[in-house]
């Protein structure tokens, strides 16, 4: 369970608190998808719903999880105990590709409706093989390393209540590699101009986060590269992949000039002659956000509010019509 906790934090961001109804909408942004998302009712679900069928619960898949978990581990060595007449798991190790995972803990069999918990260390594991391992299917292709230190607690021995009781963060920082083939990618290309951006040969990546009411809260992800820096923040729920996400990048000049976007290619220019070099980043803009899951994320066009476009006209407005004198005019 605790590499399910990781592949959350692998994948991005959160949007912000988004209202709903007119009232919401006149304070802050609402979302148009910019892709076809499927529509609940088509859904078998769904329909059973509007015939007055009831549909049963989804099984759990514990036992099935386990076993394709395993037959992905490497050199198991599961250290499980009778202590005091209970059986208890405090130490695991296995090997993942060329890396390693390492765990302690206090997992008590004997007591399955418990409190459990469970300190993992992953070491150098390939992050291909790594999300193999969790059964998860990420709509991209990611070359590198992944490692990092994950705290992690939750009730029940059941997959799906494991899910919706753990509670834990962690840290894991990625090694230099490549992602690409990902529709996260590919729509901030299109929307920066810059279609370098569809692959990203990155230096260094960081995912910082916690876990808590069935949902991965990444708090920090990160990727750096030579000329960018790709920044997100989002929640991935455990049970269905169901993705929340925002990034923001920052070019230099050099990759901002290359844009389709005059704005993006002219604030590079600027920038570039302002410091006098091409040392500089330059923020670009991104109006969309992303639902939809890990295995399909589905862009959302963010449109201002009323209450959002009058009050960034009321800050032009002013900015127009005050002096450079006066701005920086002091009141006493």
Known sequence: MAILFAVGLLAASVVPNLGRGNDAES?????????????PKAMPAGKAARA????PEPGDETLSRLLRMRSRLRNLEV????????????????????GRLIGEGYINWSRPEDRQRAYVE???ADVEEFLHVCDVRFDGRIRAQVSGKLDLEWQGMRFRQMRATMRGDGKLHLSAGTVSATRLLDNIARFSGIDEIRTLNFERGLVEGAVKDGRVEVENFSLEGRD????????????????DARFEIAVKPSLAKRSRVAEVRA???????LVGGEDRFVTVPLPVSFGGTLERPIPYL?????RMLRTGLEIIEEALTTSPRGRHKSKY
Do not use: S
Request: charged share 30%.
């Open 27 to 39: 304070r802050g942004p609402r979302r148009v998808p910019l892709e076809a998302t499927p529509n």
């Open 52 to 55: 007055g069928v009831r549909t």
């Open 79 to 98: 250290d499980t105990r009778w202590i005091n007449g209970e059986e208890i798991t405090q130490h695991f190790r296995a090997t993942m590709g060329r």
């Open 122 to 124: 992953v070491i150098e």
């Open 228 to 243: 960018f820096r790709l920044r997100g923040k989002g929640t991935v729920t455990l049970e269905t992949g169901a993705l």
């Open 267 to 273: 604030a590079g220019e600027a920038l570039a002659k």
């Open 302 to 306: 963010d449109v201002p509010g009323q």
